[in-house]
């Protein structure tokens, strides 16, 4: 397992509802230093792309972000969440549906932030049916701009949105991919990555997290 899977086993709790709980350590309370490690392996597995900027979405993928940014030394762009339909020409707009609040929200970007000047990399904390990242993608398209890929913590890939994402052509990086999780048993089950660096340890995939 990598650092993140450690932690994940350690400290995640598996709710209903296909939901995993971060929030002592990534989401609510934050680990610094992790996300600082987290930080250095998005900036190690995309160090050959041509990164300007990188882009995210409040609130929670702004942690994950800023320690990507840091390590690539651009600047960190989060598009806000705006109830305000008076959106006046000066914005990429997109829609996003909430997976875990199940309501939708514009979300915004100023066009002065982004342009087809920029190769971006998008970050966020969690994949699941892949919205947030389609509204960010569609932000960086609208703005003329390079997706140079996407860097997720956290995909359940139990969901459709890291499918959806890679068949459009997409480099998606994902640190833990979670193929299964029971509330009942709290059972997390992390899908083996070639890429991984160090040695593999297939047999300690599936782990009881209490
Ligand atoms: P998607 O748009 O891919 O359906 O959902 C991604 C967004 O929903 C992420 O930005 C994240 O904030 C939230 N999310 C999705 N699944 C989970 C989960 O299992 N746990 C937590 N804490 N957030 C999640």
Redesign the pocket.
């Given at each position: 397992m990598n650092f993140l899977e450690e932690r994940i086993v350690k400290d995640g709790v598996v709710?209903p509802g296909?939901?995993?709980?971060?929030?002592s350590f990534?989401?609510h309370q934050m680990d610094i230093s992790l996300l600082n490690e987290i930080g250095r392996e998005f900036h190690r597995r995309f160090a050959d792309c041509p990164i300007t900027k990188v882009l995210t979405?409040e609130a929670?993928?702004i942690a994950i972000a800023y320690p990507v940014a840091s390590e690539f030394g651009v600047p960190l762009v989060f598009a806000k969440k705006s109830k305000s339909i008076n959106i006046d020409g000066e914005m990429y707009v997109a829609e996003?549906?909430?997976?875990?609040h199940k309501n939708k929200n514009q979300v915004v970007v100023s066009r002065r932030f982004l342009g087809p000047e920029d190769h971006v990399l998008i970050i966020?904390?969690?994949?699941?049916?892949?919205?947030?990242?389609?509204?960010l993608i569609s932000i960086v398209e609208a703005a003329g701009a390079t997706v140079e890929g996407l860097g997720i913590a956290?995909e359940?890939g139990f969901?459709i949105?890291g499918r959806v994402i890679r068949n459009l052509g997409y480099r998606l990086e994902s640190l833990a991919i979670v193929d299964a999780m029971d509330d009942e048993t709290g059972t997390i089950t992390f899908r083996p990555q070639d890429e991984r660096p160090g040695p593999r340890q297939p047999d300690r995939n599936q782990v009881e997290t209490r």
């Open positions: 709710k296909n939901v995993l709980k971060v929030d990534l989401n979405i929670s993928g996003v549906e909430s997976f875990t966020d904390d969690f994949l699941a049916n892949g919205c947030a990242l389609q509204g956290i359940k969901q949105g």
